[in-house]
């Protein structure tokens, strides 16, 4: 198993940046695909951005595309999200979540795929 500790959540004005980190502790890190997830109020949970096991492919919703910049290291068992240009709609809530595969290379959008999830982390954005 792994646990998930999301921070770096604030508030911050419209155009600005923001980095959310998630620290995980458990079973090896390089052995999970990652993503992040954020909800916003009364609206479902949805995709953000995920990274394969290596790193090496990573894979974006459209509305934050060119904006959002996913990472992760793997030896400090942490996952980034790089987030600038910030807008109002990026309210929400953010996750990290962990899905185990023995697949180096592949990442998952699929809510359904994840298995562990972080307690989540509050941005919000001022317009």
């Known amino acids: 198993q792994v646990q998930l500790v999301e921070s770096g959540g604030a508030l911050v004005q419209a155009g600005g940046s923001l980095r959310l980190s998630c620290a995980a502790s458990?079973?090896?890190?390089?052995?999970?695909?990652m993503g992040w997830f954020r909800q916003a109020p009364g609206k479902e949970r949805e995709f953000v951005a995920a990274?394969?096991?290596?790193?090496?492919?990573?894979y974006y919703a459209d509305s934050v595309k060119d904006r959002f910049t996913i990472s992760r290291d793997n030896a400090k068992n942490t996952l980034y999200l790089q987030m600038n240009s910030l807008k109002a709609e990026d309210t929400a809530v953010y996750y990290c979540?962990?899905?185990?595969?023995?697949?180096?290379?592949?990442?998952?959008?699929?809510?359904?795929?994840?298995?562990?999830w972080g307690q989540g982390t509050q941005v919000t954005v001022s317009s």
């Open positions: 458990g079973r090896t890190f390089s052995t999970y695909r």
């Open positions: 979540a962990a899905d185990f595969t023995y697949y180096s290379s592949t990442t998952s959008a699929t809510f359904r795929d994840y298995g562990y």
């Open positions: 990274i394969s096991r290596s790193g090496d492919n990573t």
